[in-house]
Structures are given as C-alpha cells and as structure tokens.
C-alpha cells in the first residue's frame, strides 16, 4: 500500500500516519505545542535567545528572570550609589538594547529597584528601571532557586549610608554563594535581571 500525505497546513503541527497489523491507516494531525517561558517552573533553567536565564518567580502572566552566566565583568562605579553607577548604566542601556532585539520592548516590564542598603538604612530610596540586578533583600528572597555560581557577582545594595568609611563599599555575592562586601572599584560579574512577558517562546 502506497499512502502520499501532504502537508498544507502551519508549521506548528506535526502530520503522523499509524498503520495497525489488521491494515487500518490512520493520519493523525496534531499542534506541536510551543514551549513558553510560563510554562517553566521556578529555578529551571530556559534559553531565550542565545542567552540561559534561572527562573525565579511567576506573576500573573510576567516571569522573573536572572541570567545564569556572566554577560560582562566590570567595577561597580564610583560609589556605593547604584543609581549613578556605571553598572546600572551598563544593564539599562548596552543589556537592554540587546534584550528588546530578543524578545521586543512590549514584553519587558518596568520593575522598582529598592535601594535599602543591607543594614536597613536609605529604606525609601529606589529606582524603576526595566533591566537591573539583585538586590541583596532579593537575592535571600530567591537564594534557594540560584545556586552558587563560582565566582563573585555585584548586587545592588550598599552596606550603609550612616557611615562616611562605607562610601564606596557595595555588596556582592561570593563564589560560595553567600553575600559579602567589597570597593565598589573591583570588577566583579554582572547578572541582569530582568521582568518578561511569560507568554514569551523558548529557544529551547
């Protein structure tokens, strides 16, 4: 028996042709399901573009993400402030641009950045940016989901603004995993985080 089967239909479903042992063929259609970032759970690892993210948190239909590798290594700037550091700098305008040519503006999401320092000082001061990185309350808050990576990576926080000597001291997560200060002069890794629309496809 000779069956031609011929396909005009999406590219998102899949033609199966079943033949039993008593000569019934059978064509299946079906949809080939999309892998969508929403469909992750909480610290798996999923590719968006050519870049791995750690998913952290679902909300709504937004996702919360951090990238699982470096994308630079840098100093922080020229104080404890992140909201004139050249790492904020950095993650706002060079990782967005690339980010928006990814997935597109519309699915990123503007998020608050608070800036209470680790000692629980400067509580009201923030930022709202739609690309950043962790702050140290947000990092123990999600600890549990990203592993210790290895090396040292900046946070966002400060140690304290009570204190003169602490002016260029920043926290940063050591290789261990288990948060540290530093000069904010030292060039540690920097791993965006980052708000998405969790109806985004995967790459993988």
């Known amino acids: 028996m000779k069956i031609n089967v011929k396909n005009n239909l999406p590219d998102d479903v899949e033609v199966q ?40 948190e679902h909300d709504d239909n937004k996702t919360s993400v951090i990238t699982k590798e470096f994308v630079t ?8 402030d992140y909201k004139k550091s050249e790492i904020r700098k950095y993650v706002t305008e060079t990782f967005y641009a690339e980010l928006c040519n990814v997935v597109g503006k519309e699915n990123i999401y503007s998020h608050k950045v608070n800036l209470m320092c680790d000692d629980g ?7 709202e940016d739609f690309v950043s990185i962790l702050t ?3 990092y123990r808050r999600y600890r549990e989901l990203i592993p210790a990576y290895g090396d040292w990576w ?4 400060a140690v304290t603004v009570l204190d003169e000597n602490y002016s260029r001291i920043v926290c940063y997560v050591d290789s261990n995993g288990t948060v540290c200060w ?9 791993r965006p985080f980052c708000i998405l629309n969790s109806s985004i496809p995967l790459s993988d």
């Open 121 to 127: 000082s400067n509580k009201n001061d923030y930022v």
């Open 73 to 80: 290594k840098m100093g922080f700037g020229n104080s404890y």
């Open 154 to 157: 900046w946070t966002a926080s």
């Open 17 to 56: 042709m079943v033949e039993t042992s008593d000569g019934l063929v059978s064509i299946i259609i079906s949809e080939t399901k999309i892998r969508i970032l929403g469909d992750a759970k909480p610290g798996e690892v999923v590719k968006i573009g050519d870049r791995e993210y750690i998913v952290l």
């Open 182 to 190: 530093s000069d904010c002069g030292y060039a540690r890794g920097v």
């Open 136 to 138: 140290t309350e947000e």
